[in-house]
């Protein structure tokens, strides 16, 4: 019988679509086979988990681990990868001409080289022309996109990306402030240390004095540490 997630990427490559770990596939996957893709992950973890010589069969505290990390995967930490985008509406801009800004968004990505947190904040600037969309859509865009394997600077590119479709404007601004558990949990543990990126684009890009008002009102926020 043939995998279910093999199914799934003959159709993506039929498609000649990439599916890297932060690209959204929801259009490939059928109803009901995601179901059966979480079936097909806790498979293979329980066989990751018993390469890492655990004895899930009498060890009480793992013995449902690997259908409770499958389950985590695909509806949690990666449900980016597998759901449709937010529905954004947007609506006339009466009049509005001017900056307006949106944050602390948070941040709870994972990164792709080692599948460690990353934990942080997002910051948004938006210099609208004829629509402008609704606040908590913001929100559940950066969510969307962050909840996916991947590296902060493409996720920032990517929700800059995304809020230049949906807001309808050339004219955004987006900062990540985040912190990376493969810093703090492996590797060199250094648990002081930030990674900020930043995404100007249109008038943000080419006006400094906009640029400067931006950063101004996103350290007024919440979310910036003394």
């Not at 992950?41 to 681990?65: A, C």
């Not at 947190?117 to 022309?129: D, L, Q, R, S, T």
């Not at 807001?167 to 703090?184: F, I």
């Amino acid at each position: 019988m043939r995998k279910t997630s093999d199914i799934i990427k003959e159709r993506i490559v039929t498609a000649k679509a990439r599916f890297n770990a932060n690209d959204n596939i929801a259009e490939f996957v059928k109803p009901g086979e995601l179901e059966l893709l979480q079936n097909e992950v806790q498979n293979e973890m329980q066989r990751v988990l018993s390469s890492l010589v655990i004895d899930t069969e009498h060890d009480h505290n793992t013995k449902e681990t690997a259908k409770r990390v499958a389950k985590m995967f695909l509806n949690e930490t990666f449900g980016g990868r597998y759901v449709p985008e937010p529905r954004v509406t947007s609506f006339p801009n009466m009049g509005y001409n001017n900056l307006y800004t949106t944050g602390p968004i948070t941040i709870r990505s994972t990164c792709a080289h080692h599948f460690q947190n990353i934990v942080g904040k997002c910051w948004v600037g938006i210099f609208p022309e004829e629509e402008v969309i609704g606040l908590s859509k913001f929100n559940r865009l950066v969510h969307h996109i962050a909840e996916r394997p991947q590296i902060q600077e493409e996720m920032t590119t990517q929700i800059a990306d995304k809020l230049v479709q949906y807001a309808k404007t050339p004219n955004v601004a987006v900062v990540v402030k985040a912190e990376h558990h493969c810093m703090t949990h492996r590797g060199v543990k250094e648990h002081d240390s930030d990674m900020t990126t930043a995404v100007m684009l249109g008038k943000f890009r080419d006006d400094p004095n906009l640029k400067q008002e931006f950063y101004n009102l996103m350290l007024s926020m919440k979310g910036h540490k003394a």
